[in-house]
């Protein structure tokens, strides 16, 4: 029976869209449909949705002949079988992560062999001791200390020097390259987790596609 | 509401593209190209892309058939697999590409080869441009339902079901998806009435 309230209270958009879609029950879809037919506004509404329904499962183009061949080929250019493979970042993975240990490594090396002599004894925690309980350590450590003094004061006062700065600033520099391990570990860090980050989405979505 | 499932393998192919047969396999992409080319394409609306989204899909099938559980029903679980390939590719695509123009994409289907010549022709292929233009600025997620119900008229709860959403969730996206389709249409229409 057609109430007053039926009449005059818009059905919400969500009922209107159910109902221009025929997704509404039967008494419902009665009351909708008594209301409209009294007002203009709901009537157009419903013609809209309608027709964006009829344009929404409109025609699809063909489907392109080529496909099957296309997937069939790419299929045997790939000769492994591909349900074995492991997932494709994983050789970029460890070439990126093998590049930054070695560069990490390569920095930590450099900027130890160019620290001065008395810069070993900074490390009491480390090296006290370690002189009289391993003698060759103590003579690797004295040459190298030596060597790299002599090394470094070359080179710090050739850059100073090319720079056209006083002697000053080399050993600053010196202290600066103190940081350099620590920038290229933390780079190699950094490195590593955006990998494995990235490997982690991909092997997600991989997972989320054939869940 | 027109229906377009996913098709049945016979379990006779099917078994053999288990076991890595290839012309087992080619004969499941027989099977299934048509459906997966029209639900990417109701994803994408770009022929081009959803081509090469269909292919993406067949790969990632080959790839994971080592994954599928023969006891349970193949559609089901590759139309599931399908349609989170379509939205990852759809996601990953929005924003690096619009919609091209009609023209441009070349793959109109061409309202003469239905109905030949006149004003109507014109404007229906006027409004399809309008409709892709409107569906193309809808998030992924939303495209993705509205996709699922008017391809296949899909329910609730089978859209449920294949995104693995509740169906509040889908009744909410698809209802948000198109008011703001009307919406779109009708600001078009009036815009170049």
Known sequence: METMEDRLEHPDDDRLQAWA????????????SRHADGCPSCQKSAEAYRALFADLAGPVPSTPPELHAGVMEILRR???????????????????????????AALVALVALDLPGEAWAAFPGLFAGADQAVPWLASLLERAGDGASSASETIGAGLAASAGIGQGWTEKARALAWFLPFLAAAAGLLNLAGILRLRRSAAGREKEEIR | MRKMMAPQPDPMVLSDALRGEPNAFGRIVLLYQDWVFRLAYRMVWDAHEASDLSQEVFLRLYRSLDKYDPSRPFGPWFQRLATNVCLNGLKRRKGASRVQSLDAAGEVIEPEAREPGGLEAAGEADRAARLREAVSDLPPDYRAVISMRYLEGSSYEDIATALDLPVGTVKNRLFRARERLKQAMAMEGAGLA
């Open chain 1, 21 to 32: 879609e025929g997704d509404l029950a039967a008494e419902d879809a009665e009351r909708v």
């Open chain 1, 78 to 104: 790939e000769a492994a079988p591909l349900a074995a493979r492991p997932l494709p970042a994983l050789g970029a993975f460890w070439r990126a992560a093998g590049v930054a240990a070695a560069a990490s």
